[in-house]
């Protein structure tokens, strides 16, 4: 009898418990540079787990004090490209990697300003390196044969910013993709604001700020 009173209970508590705020299929993000602020949309409906382990590294704080670090312009066509910013190599701040949402599932592309994540060689390598692109790519999208990047966003506010930092000067030097598209001085991104919604901080240990200055 009393094990059965006990189950009730914890059901009843269970059932009381309120339901974790669903988040809005529109989640923006203020990125504080010191280059000026730029504004996303992150669309958790179509790219819902892209969306959340962004909006995880948001909410960790794990983007604040990192950087744009690249910028890889068109030959010849000057404001067209991209740049690319977040964690770099620093596994200090880095969660789990994402599985790929390739464009071919969520429907969306790689068009003018667009927020996609970087990965490596394998699909499922990403973390929170994303790049913002200033003219469509389709070469990124998913197609027979290749996954692609996947679009997570776009942007709403300082696309005069983003076009800015492209315009920087870069070093002829690094290495592969990244060669001569290195900035001389990356841009910082002091504080990633979420704007909408509830935080959601994963609760996990932030090892970067226990190992500063060491």
């Known amino acids: 009898m009393r094990l059965l009173l006990l189950t009730l209970v914890a059901l009843l508590l269970g059932a009381a418990a309120p339901a974790p705020p669903r ?40 983007l604040d004090g990192t950087r744009f670090y690249r910028a890889a312009r068109r030959d010849g066509q000057p404001g067209k490209g991209f740049i690319q910013g977040g964690i770099d190599t620093d596994a200090r701040r880095r969660l789990d990697p994402v599985e790929l949402e390739p464009t071919s599932r969520t429907g969306l ?46 942007v709403v506010g300082g696309m005069d910013v983003v076009k800015r930092i492209l315009a920087m000067p870069t070093s002829p030097g690094g290495e592969g993709a990244f060669k001569g598209e290195l900035l001389l001085r990356p ?28």
């Open 109 to 154: 592309r790689h068009v003018v300003g667009a927020i996609s994540m970087a990965r490596y060689a394998s699909p499922n390598s990403g973390t929170c390196n994303f790049s913002l692109l200033t003219d469509p790519r389709p070469d990124m999208d998913a197609r027979p044969g290749r996954p692609g990047y996947a679009v997570f966003g776009r």
């Open 23 to 62: 988040e809005p299929a529109v989640v923006r993000v203020r990125l504080e540079t010191s280059a000026g602020a730029i504004v996303l949309a992150i669309d958790t409906r179509h790219a819902p787990k892209t969306a959340a382990n962004f909006l995880a590294y948001v909410d960790d704080e794990r």
């Open 187 to 214: 841009v910082t991104i002091v504080r990633a604001v979420r704007l909408d919604g509830t935080a959601r901080p994963t609760g996990q240990v932030k090892v970067w700020k226990l190992l500063k200055g060491v």
